[in-house]
């Protein structure tokens, strides 16, 4: 336990490192990819992710999924899953898929979760994605836009987020 605590400090840290070093310059190119990550424990509706991204014109090929689960036994339609064993110390990461999915420059992550799970934040922080969108606002370093939604109102998030990317020419 004790151990535990210093190693969430020294990921924390590596957190914070990332973000203020961050380049916020984002790119007036149209989405052809997307990243999504999400909490298994606060939303489950694969289909009405995926319905989105057809929505808004991203190939199923080129959209990625990456869920944190605390409890890895869970099984469910999302392609990858993370649980708190994937991390080591000062960021570094187990998991060879998660550590591809950070490498990945996506054109948009989409961070679709409200927890303060310290995994979700370092995944979003050490993401190469062009353009970060999240609904939690305990961090605003970690994103280029915030909707302010509760995560069962993914409709709501939904419409606010095609009219933002409408607006940044995004879509």
């Known amino acids: ?5 210093f190693k969430e400090k020294s990921n924390q840290k590596f957190v914070d490192k990332i ?88 054109d948009v992550l989409i961070c679709y979760f409200l927890a303060e799970d310290q995994e979700l934040k370092q995944i979003a922080a050490m993401s190469m994605a062009n ?7 305990r961090d605003e370093r970690l994103y280029d836009l915030i909707i302010y939604v509760d995560n069962k109102d993914f409709k709501i998030f939904k419409d606010e987020l095609k009219k933002y990317l409408t607006i940044l020419n995004k879509i």
């Not at 057809?54 to 605390?70: H, L, N, Q, W, Y």
């Not at 708190?84 to 999915?101: A, R, T």
């Open 1 to 5: 336990m004790f151990l535990k605590v």
């Open 19 to 106: 973000v203020s070093r961050r380049n916020v310059s984002v790119h007036n190119t149209k989405i052809t990819s997307v990243g999504v990550l999400l909490n298994d424990q606060a939303y489950y509706n694969y289909d009405e992710v995926n319905s989105f991204l057809d929505e808004i014109g991203v190939v199923s090929a080129k959209r990625k999924f990456f869920t944190f689960s605390k409890l890895k036994d869970e099984v469910n339609n999302w392609d990858a899953i993370f649980t708190p064993k994937d991390f080591g110390w000062n960021g570094k990461l187990k998991n060879n898929d998660l550590s591809d999915f950070t490498k990945t420059k996506f």
């Open 131 to 137: 353009f970060k969108v999240g609904i939690s606002s």
